[in-house]
């Protein structure tokens, strides 16, 4: 019986600690899914290999989350095990083994209903929240809050092609703030990332560049080749962009 108590407090308390590490993560602004599912690849050991695991380890705040995560997580592991195997072998009798087993079986039903429970999740993130806030140093920050992701707005990354439009010309070439088009960074190979590039930078083929906009807007300049077509492009999404804001200005006479 105290295998299967052991094992019921392991499993519930592993579950507390991903969802630590989930909150932890989104804080660095890694999206909520994000987050999740790197909390529990890094707890279980199985790995975290997809394209997001270098925005993990380039940043320090999340790697020492995720390294963390990965110490508590195989010693979890081992205990589950550990105690599983001991509930059906200590036991002498069948009715103790069944006893055994009913602890798990219920333990288990209690914390698959509070990781799925949305009353416990709220109640359960408010208390990380207030508790990260008081005992360390992570800078808590609303990304999607601050920067107005929404009503089509979003933040997108686009390696660059050779015979893209952005290919091979500066900020101020491509003219893409009249666009309502904000190039937030470039990420180039065996160079170090460059934060909020000035008008005078120009784009290579290769460049990883994270962008802020209006979907539409960044989908058409994502998709935009070196042909005249593309030019016609940007006029039109600089035209539409002024006619925007022009509705937008209350001291437009014509919003009057």
Avoid: C
């Avoid at 010693?75 to 006893?99: C, D, E, H, Q, R």
């Avoid at 208390?127 to 990260?132: E, G």
């Avoid at 920050?141 to 390696?159: C, G, R």
């Amino acid at each position: 019986m105290i295998a299967a108590i052991t094992l019921f407090l392991v499993v519930a308390l592993s579950a507390l600690i991903t969802r630590i590490a989930t909150i932890a993560l989104t804080y660095t602004g890694l999206s909520s899914q994000s987050a999740r599912f790197q909390a529990r690849s890094a707890y279980t050991g199985a790995g975290f290999t997809t394209a997001e695991s270098e925005k993990i380890m380039n940043h320090p705040v999340r790697r020492k989350i995720i390294f963390n995560l990965m110490l508590v997580g195989n010693a979890g592991i081992v205990t589950v095990m550990s105690s599983l195997i001991l509930t059906f072998i200590l036991p002498n009798t069948l009715s103790s083994k069944l006893y055994g087993l009913g602890i798990v079986i219920v333990g288990m039903g209690a914390i698959w209903w509070a990781i799925k429970s949305k009353w416990v999740d709220r109640g359960l993130s408010k208390l990380i929240d207030r508790m990260l806030k008081k005992y360390t140093d992570l800078e808590i920050q609303d990304y999607a809050a601050v920067l107005h992701l929404k009503d089509n707005y979003k933040i997108s990354e686009k390696k660059i092609d050779e015979n893209d439009w952005l290919a091979n010309k500066t900020l101020i070439e491509l003219d893409l703030r009249h666009e309502g088009i904000t190039i937030l960074g470039i990420d180039r190979i065996d160079t170090d990332y460059f934060g909020s590039p000035s008008g005078d930078f120009k784009l290579l083929p290769e460049d990883m560049i994270t962008v802020y906009g209006k979907a539409e807007g960044i989908s058409n300049v994502y998709a935009r080749k070196k042909d005249y077509i593309a030019e016609m492009q940007h006029e039109k999404f600089v035209k539409k962009e002024i006619k925007r804001q022009e509705a937008q200005d209350p001291n437009n006479p014509m919003n009057n």
